[in-house]
C-alpha cells in the first residue's frame, strides 16, 4: 500500500467526524460533503509525512474551507437560500456520550440552532462549533481563524452569547469591563504595583507564550498569580494599550511597531489566562489599534 492510499483510508475512517463538522458549520448537508471533498483534495496534494496528529490535522484543514465558505457566503447573501437542511445532523459525534447526552447533542444542532448560528460572524461560527461541540482547543482553533488563544476564546463567548439568548447589551458591558481590567492591569505593571496586580488575577491564572516570544527571552508557560504577577511587576514601561476586534490588549511596539502582543481571557471580572503572541506571522495581519494615554 503507498502513501495516498494509506492517507486516503485514514480520511474515509474520519469522514464521518469531517461531515459533521462542516454540517455544524455550514448548516447543509451538500455543502458540507462538497467542503469534505475539497479537504480531501488538500490533503492529498499536501501529504501527512510531518503530520504527528492526523484526526486534528483532517479537521482543521475541513475547518478552514468551511471557514472560506461561510466568508464567501456572507458576501453574497443569497447563498443563503435553501441552505437550511431538514433534520440535524448526528453522524460523528464523539463516542464517549450516553444515549441521553447523545440525544442532547442531537437536538441541540437542529434547525433552531442552526437558525442563530446563521447569525454569528464566520469566526465565531467556527470558534463555537469547534470548541463548544467537538471540543477542539482553542489553541488548535487559532490557527484557523488565525487569531490568538484568548482571541478565539472570547469570540466562542460571544457565540455561546448568542446562542443562549443573552440580552445585546450584555456582550457590550463585557467589553466595557474587560478594558476596564486590561487598563488598570497594565497601570499597576507599569507602576510595579504587585499587590494591584494579584488581586486582579485569577487563582489558576495561566501566561503562555508563542515560540517566538521564548526564542526572545519569554517564559513558555508561568502558572499562579504570585508567579504572573512577578513577571510583569515594574517590566512594562514600553506596552502600549491596543484593540483588536474591540478588545483590549497590550502591545510592546518599539517604534510603534506592534513586536509582541499580549491578549487576555476574563472570566468573572478576574484575568484567567494570558497568551503572548510575537511570531511575526501572526501579528502582522492583526488589526490593532493604539490607543492613546
Known amino acids: 500500500m503507498n502513501e495516498l492510499d494509506w492517507l486516503a483510508g485514514r480520511f474515509e475512517e474520519n469522514r464521518p467526524r469531517l461531515l459533521a463538522v462542516a454540517h455544524r458549520m455550514l448548516g447543509s448537508?451538500?455543502?458540507?460533503?462538497?467542503?469534505?471533498?475539497e479537504a480531501w483534495l488538500r490533503v492529498s496534494r499536501a501529504g501527512a509525512?510531518?503530520?504527528a496528529n492526523l484526526e486534528g490535522w483532517l479537521t482543521t484543514i475541513t475547518a478552514r474551507v468551511c471557514l472560506n465558505a461561510l466568508q464567501a457566503r456572507r458576501s453574497r447573501p443569497e447563498d443563503l437560500?435553501?441552505?437550511?437542511?431538514?433534520?440535524p445532523a448526528t453522524q460523528g459525534l464523539p463516542g464517549n456520550q450516553d444515549p441521553e447526552d447523545q440525544a442532547l447533542l442531537a437536538d441541540s444542532?437542529?434547525?433552531?440552532?442552526?437558525?442563530?448560528?446563521?447569525?454569528?460572524?464566520?469566526?465565531e461560527?467556527?470558534?463555537?462549533?469547534?470548541?463548544?461541540?467537538?471540543?477542539?482547543?482553542f489553541e488548535e482553533i487559532a490557527s484557523v481563524v488565525d487569531r490568538t488563544p484568548a482571541a478565539v476564546r472570547q469570540l466562542a463567548s460571544r457565540a455561546r452569547r448568542r446562542v443562549r439568548g443573552t440580552p445585546a447589551d450584555e456582550p457590550a458591558a463585557d467589553g466595557t469591563r474587560q478594558r476596564e481590567v486590561v487598563t488598570a492591569f497594565l497601570a499597576a505593571s507599569q507602576r510595579g504595583d504587585f499587590?494591584?496586580?494579584?488581586?486582579m488575577l485569577d487563582p489558576d491564572v495561566v501566561l503562555q507564550g508563542d515560540r517566538e516570544a521564548v526564542r526572545i527571552g519569554a517564559p513558555a508557560r508561568v502558572r499562579g498569580p504570585a508567579a504572573?504577577?512577578?513577571?510583569?511587576?515594574?517590566?512594562?514601561r514600553g506596552a502600549r494599550l491596543a484593540l483588536i476586534d474591540d478588545a483590549a490588549?497590550?502591545?510592546?511596539?518599539?517604534?510603534?511597531?506592534?513586536?509582541?502582543?499580549?491578549?487576555?481571557?476574563?472570566?468573572?471580572?478576574?484575568?484567567?489566562?494570558?497568551d503572548m503572541t510575537a511570531d511575526p506571522g501572526r501579528v502582522r495581519p492583526l488589526d490593532i489599534t493604539i490607543l492613546r494615554h
Open 29 to 37: 448537508r451538500s455543502q458540507a460533503e462538497d467542503a469534505v471533498q
Open 49 to 51: 509525512d510531518d503530520v
Open 81 to 87: 437560500a435553501g441552505a437550511m437542511p431538514p433534520e
Open 109 to 123: 444542532v437542529g434547525q433552531a440552532l442552526l437558525v442563530i448560528l446563521d447569525t454569528l460572524a464566520p469566526a
Open 125 to 137: 461560527r467556527v470558534a463555537f462549533v469547534l470548541h463548544d461541540i467537538f471540543a477542539v482547543p
Open 195 to 199: 499587590a494591584a496586580l494579584l488581586a
Open 228 to 236: 504572573v504577577a512577578g513577571v510583569f511587576s515594574g517590566r512594562a
Open 249 to 274: 490588549v497590550i502591545v510592546w511596539a518599539p517604534g510603534g511597531q506592534p513586536r509582541v502582543v499580549f491578549t487576555f481571557t476574563i472570566t468573572d471580572g478576574k484575568i484567567a489566562a494570558i
